[in-house]
């Protein structure tokens, strides 16, 4: 959206194309022109002449509606942080042709249907879960109760250490051991 603004003095290259805003076709812009910092209200003139390009870019009337006001939108924020915009036409048409090239690389996405779901969605979970779950029960009884009591919610160790009344050394191996464990059964 930033690319580099005009220098002082300098013709806008959309001048120069013809189709593109031209500043003789709309002489009551001139004094956007002057002004480096207009207030938004200033920018009523451009609607129509962006409108007519959105309407060029866009593959629906809806869709050339929302391009314009997001272009506006986008306008009155630079304006309002107080960015320089020394040639304001030209760089509302830029701004709108660059979100319009925008939409046009959105990747096309098919949104799925509740009947053409294959699983439910935390179904994946459950499973992983239940897996877990189960290697747990595998473990060791020593290392089995403290990570029960790590899946109950407990997971500091010093709290495991005084609910159970070990060491906290020994709290700390034991869960080691058993992570190491769990990994290896769930990778298999």
Same mark, same amino acid.
């Given at each position: 959206?930033?690319?580099?603004?005009?220098?002082?003095?300098?013709?806008? %290259?959309?001048?120069?194309?013809?189709g593109?805003?031209?500043?003789?076709?709309?002489?009551? @812009?001139?004094?956007?022109?002057?002004?480096?910092?207009?207030?938004?209200?200033?920018?009523?003139?451009? &609607?129509?002449?962006?409108?007519?390009?959105?309407?060029?870019? %866009?593959?629906?009337?809806?869709?050339? $509606?929302?391009?314009?006001? =997001?272009? @506006? @939108?986008? +306008?009155?924020?630079? +304006?309002?942080?107080?960015?320089?915009?020394?040639? @304001?036409?030209?760089?509302?048409?830029?701004?709108?042709?660059?979100?319009?090239r925008?939409?046009?690389?959105?990747? %096309?996405?098919?949104?799925?249907? =509740?009947?053409?779901?294959?699983?439910e969605? =935390?179904?994946?979970?459950?499973?992983?879960?239940? =897996?877990? +779950?189960?290697? &747990?029960?595998?473990?060791?009884?020593?290392?089995?109760?403290?990570? $029960?009591?790590?899946?109950?919610?407990?997971?500091?160790?010093?709290?495991?250490?005084?609910?159970?009344?070990?060491?906290?050394?020994?709290?700390?191996?034991?869960?080691?051991?058993?992570?190491?464990?769990?990994?290896?059964?769930? $990778?298999?």
């Amino acid at each position: 959206m930033g690319g580099a603004l005009p220098k002082k003095g300098a013709v806008a %290259a959309s001048a120069k194309i013809p189709g593109l805003f031209n500043h003789r076709f709309a002489p009551h @812009l001139s004094d956007m022109m002057e002004n480096k910092h207009p207030n938004p209200r200033r920018l009523v003139p451009l &609607i129509p002449i962006l409108n007519r390009r959105a309407r060029r870019l %866009a593959r629906s009337p809806a869709e050339a $509606e929302d391009l314009v006001q =997001d272009t @506006l @939108l986008s +306008l009155c924020q630079r +304006l309002r942080e107080g960015h320089r915009i020394d040639d @304001l036409p030209s760089y509302a048409m830029r701004t709108l042709s660059n979100r319009a090239r925008r939409g046009w690389r959105a990747p %096309a996405t098919d949104t799925l249907e =509740d009947d053409h779901g294959i699983t439910e969605p =935390d179904a994946l979970i459950r499973l992983d879960c239940a =897996d877990t +779950l189960e290697a &747990i029960s595998a473990l060791p009884k020593p290392q089995r109760q403290l990570m $029960e009591l790590v899946v109950a919610g407990e997971t500091s160790p010093r709290a495991l250490a005084q609910s159970t009344g070990l060491p906290l050394g020994t709290v700390m191996s034991r869960l080691a051991r058993a992570r190491a464990r769990l990994r290896l059964t769930l $990778e298999e």
